[in-house]
């Protein structure tokens, strides 16, 4: 399977575009795609995103868990990055909403096979479950969760997170 960094090399090349093109319709700089390309850096959510708008294709095609991995965590600093505060277009990538839990609530995502869903948490902590799968997730992990099977979310102090929602996981 194709590692991120060779799926975007290889989409970017497709579409014609050079790491200074990509770049400039990231708003990153061509070094940290390069980085990107060379697995050097994981993206954040929001980067991702741009990448995917920049080279019009669905978040699907770059995260795929599969079954065994349910739950995907990307871990970075929390500290809040302002130079990078931009808003992302989402046309055809998938609906984005708000989740709101206080603490000890919980919110149930039925099975959807083909549906992933990103969950970018904001503030707060939670723990994520899907039969015996557990995942406690912190203030600014991006998680992607393949939805095999139903998962609920269960708020361990008062959180916000944003959810993308995506078609395309695995059948």
Not at 120 to 135: C, P, Q, S
């Amino acid at each position: 399977m194709l590692e991120l960094g060779e799926k975007v090399r290889r989409m970017r090349q497709k579409r014609g575009l050079t790491l200074s093109q990509l770049a400039l319709l990231t708003k990153v700089s061509s070094v940290t795609v390069h980085n990107i390309e060379k697995g050097i850096y994981e993206p954040k959510i929001s980067t991702l995103l741009d990448l995917c708008h920049a080279l019009e294709t669905p978040l699907s095609n770059f995260i795929s868990p599969g079954p065994k991995s349910l739950f995907f965590v990307q871990r970075h600093d929390t500290e809040f990055d302002s130079k990078r505060k931009k808003s992302v277009a989402l046309s055809g990538l998938g609906r984005i909403e708000r989740l709101e839990l206080c603490e000890g609530c919980e919110r149930n995502f039925p099975k959807d096979p083909g549906q992933i869903i990103a969950v970018h948490l904001v503030f707060g902590r939670f723990k994520a479950t899907a039969g015996e799968r557990v995942l406690e997730a912190v203030q600014g992990d991006n998680i992607y969760i393949d939805l095999m099977e139903d998962v609920t979310i269960k708020a361990k102090e008062n959180t916000l997170a944003v959810i993308v929602y995506f078609p395309g996981g695995s059948k």
